[in-house]
């Protein structure tokens, strides 16, 4: 595996074994669709294969990630567990003992594992009413539960925030100075801008990356959160944070893609593995068989996801081939024919 200091090695696809013909098909197929995508990476043992951004975007503009932040909180918690700071079955009720004076008696079972798999028990995520006058852990713990926890995958941004509020209750720190000193300043991020209420970092969105801060934090994920010799959250912690904790194929989404269940933070793929996920299709795919990081930053409502499974996976399986076209012109030309699509979203979204 190899890590990068400044900037990622570059490997061809001859090197990396990947069929450079159906990466062709993947650009052809972006432009046939107009699918509106800013960035895309695509890591092989820790080098980079291709890097493609639109118009007005390179891989080091940094964006909301909006969902993808989950997966940022979950390594926080692990690195709290690796520490033995927290433990998964600490009831979340004892870490708020000072800020919430009534609560639900039914909250009194409630643990880290089921804010981590999403498994509270509400029915109602109050995340996007919260102001910075709210007493944000208090309002958790007042919405009724209807079921027990750990009993129902419910999607829920609240339940993030509050693993958030734990960081902050045991580190004295926020979410996001916390992730500063054992996260980002390991991998090389430098500190991100994370929304928050009151002194809480969001901990379910907010979080304004690069798709190159994704991949290394992806290529962290591939490599069992060890970072060139630096164990930054154990194995242990992550075997059971990426693989599969809870069912969601009952659960009514607007993508079947998100029916194949979900760990702590993180989301199980058709095609095995996982990913972490934010809405407008932001996605960072890990590949364990072909020792793969797929990074995409979107603004679009349309799969995306799809690309992986059927052109990178299926290039990485078949392998090298011969191929008289250049991936430069193509990744040239997703930037030039990318700039009418990105106007006319800035107009949509900014005026």
Same mark, same amino acid.
């Given at each position: 595996?190899?890590?990068?200091?400044?900037?990622?090695?570059?490997?061809?696809?001859?090197?990396?074994?990947?069929?450079?013909?159906?990466?062709?098909?993947?650009?052809?197929?972006?432009?046939?669709?107009?699918?509106?995508?800013?960035?895309?990476?695509?890591?092989?043992?820790?080098?980079?294969?291709?890097?493609?951004?639109?118009?007005?975007?390179?891989?080091?503009?940094?964006?909301?990630?909006?969902?993808?932040?989950?997966?940022?909180?979950?390594?926080?918690?692990?690195?709290?567990?690796?520490?033995?700071?927290?433990?998964?079955?600490?009831?979340?009720?004892?870490?708020?003992?000072?800020?919430?004076?009534?609560?639900?008696?039914?909250?009194?079972?409630?643990?880290?594992?089921?804010?981590?798999?999403?498994?509270?028990?509400?029915?109602?995520?109050?995340?996007?009413?919260?102001?910075?006058?709210?007493?944000?852990?208090?309002?958790?713990?007042?919405?009724?539960?209807?079921?027990?926890?750990?009993?129902?995958?419910?999607?829920?941004?609240?339940?993030?925030?509050?693993?958030?509020?734990?960081?902050?209750?045991?580190?004295?720190?926020?979410?996001?100075?916390?992730?500063?000193?054992?996260?980002?300043?390991?991998?090389?991020?430098?500190?991100?801008?994370?929304?928050?209420?009151?002194?809480?970092?969001?901990?379910?969105?907010?979080?304004?990356?690069?798709?190159?801060?994704?991949?290394?934090?992806?290529?962290?994920?591939?490599?069992? =959160?060890?970072?060139?010799?630096?164990? +930054?959250?154990? !194995? %242990? @912690?992550?075997?059971?944070?990426?693989?599969?904790?809870? &069912?969601?194929?009952?659960?009514?989404?607007?993508?079947?893609?998100?029916?194949?269940?979900?760990?702590?933070?993180?989301?199980?793929?058709?095609?095995?593995?996982?990913?972490?996920? =934010?809405?407008?299709?932001?996605?960072? +795919?890990?590949? !364990? %068989? @072909?020792?793969?990081?797929?990074?995409?930053?979107?603004? &679009?409502?349309?799969?995306?996801?799809?690309?992986?499974?059927?052109?990178?996976?299926?290039?990485?399986?078949?392998?090298?081939?011969?191929?008289?076209?250049?991936?430069?012109?193509?990744?040239?030309?997703?930037?030039?024919?990318?700039?009418?699509?990105?106007?006319?979203?800035?107009?949509?979204?900014?005026?």
């Amino acid at each position: 595996m190899i890590f990068p200091k400044t900037e990622f090695n570059k490997a061809s696809v001859k090197d990396a074994d990947i069929n450079k013909g159906l990466l062709v098909d993947l650009f052809n197929t972006i432009d046939e669709e107009r699918l509106n995508i800013h960035s895309m990476l695509l890591l092989k043992d820790g080098s980079r294969v291709f890097r493609a951004s639109a118009y007005d975007y390179d891989e080091d503009t940094k964006e909301e990630v909006y969902s993808v932040s989950k997966s940022f909180t979950s390594i926080a918690i692990g690195i709290l567990f690796d520490l033995k700071l927290v433990a998964l079955d600490d009831y979340v009720l004892f870490y708020f003992q000072d800020d919430v004076k009534e609560y639900l008696p039914e909250y009194e079972s409630l643990k880290i594992r089921h804010l981590l798999t999403m498994t509270v028990g509400q029915e109602t995520d109050l995340f996007m009413e919260l102001t910075p006058n709210d007493n944000v852990f208090e309002r958790f713990f007042n919405v009724p539960l209807v079921h027990q926890p750990g009993e129902v995958f419910k999607y829920n941004n609240h339940a993030s925030l509050m693993l958030s509020g734990i960081v902050t209750k045991v580190t004295g720190r926020s979410l996001n100075d916390f992730l500063n000193e054992y996260l980002y300043s390991v991998i090389g991020m430098e500190k991100p801008i994370w929304n928050q209420v009151g002194n809480v970092n969001f901990g379910a969105t907010g979080l304004q990356i690069s798709a190159n801060d994704m991949a290394r934090f992806g290529l962290l994920l591939l490599n069992d =959160g060890n970072w060139d010799g630096t164990q +930054v959250v154990s !194995k %242990e @912690y992550l075997d059971l944070a990426t693989s599969l904790r809870v &069912e969601t194929k009952a659960i009514s989404f607007q993508y079947d893609y998100d029916k194949y269940g979900y760990g702590y933070q993180f989301w199980m793929n058709s095609f095995g593995d996982y990913r972490c996920a =934010g809405a407008y299709q932001q996605y960072i +795919v890990i590949n !364990k %068989e @072909y020792h793969l990081v797929f990074v995409v930053k979107s603004y &679009e409502e349309r799969n995306v996801l799809r690309l992986f499974e059927e052109y990178i996976l299926k290039a990485a399986k078949t392998g090298w081939n011969y191929c008289d076209y250049s991936l430069r012109d193509y990744t040239r030309r997703f930037k030039i024919n990318s700039q009418e699509i990105i106007e006319k979203e800035k107009e949509i979204r900014f005026g």
